[in-house]
Nanobody, 119 residues
Framework: QVQLVESGGGLVQTGGSLRLSCAAA????????MGWYRQAPGKQRDMVAT???????QYANSVKGRFTISTDNAKNTVYLQMNSLKPEDTAVYYC?????????????WGRGTQVTVSS
């Protein structure tokens, strides 16, 4: 059984930085892609950044140039470095691990960590 545990959220002022971590336990080596998603109150959960096992990254337009996703394979951990934070970045951030097989994708989610950016 795979577990994803996020950490690193908190309260920060506009322009500040935070680094989120997601530690994967269990059969995490099966993931083809890992990423971060966020959900603000009353809104849908949206992709923030993803990274594949080959290191290909993808970012939401709203975070390009400010956020960086990376992995430490030895630690089975994925990180999200967030710089120049804005109030609109306030949300619960969820770690995601995806296992992709022909015609099917299985997703695993962490419980989320709150990020609040004050103006």
């Amino acid at each position: 059984q795979v577990q994803l545990v996020e950490s690193g959220g908190g309260l920060v002022q506009t322009g500040g930085s935070l680094r989120l971590s997601c530690a994967a336990a269990g059969s995490s080596s099966s993931f083809n892609v890992m990423g971060w998603y966020r959900q603000a109150p009353g809104k849908q959960r949206d992709m923030v950044a993803t990274i594949t096992t080959s290191g290909i990254t993808q970012y939401a337009n709203s975070v390009k140039g400010r956020f960086t996703i990376s992995t430490d394979n030895a630690k089975n951990t994925v990180y999200l470095q967030m710089n120049s934070l804005k109030p609109e970045d306030t949300a619960v951030y969820y770690c995601n691990g995806g296992i992709i097989r022909p015609g099917r994708r299985t997703d695993y989610w962490g419980r989320g960590t709150q990020v609040t950016v004050s103006s």
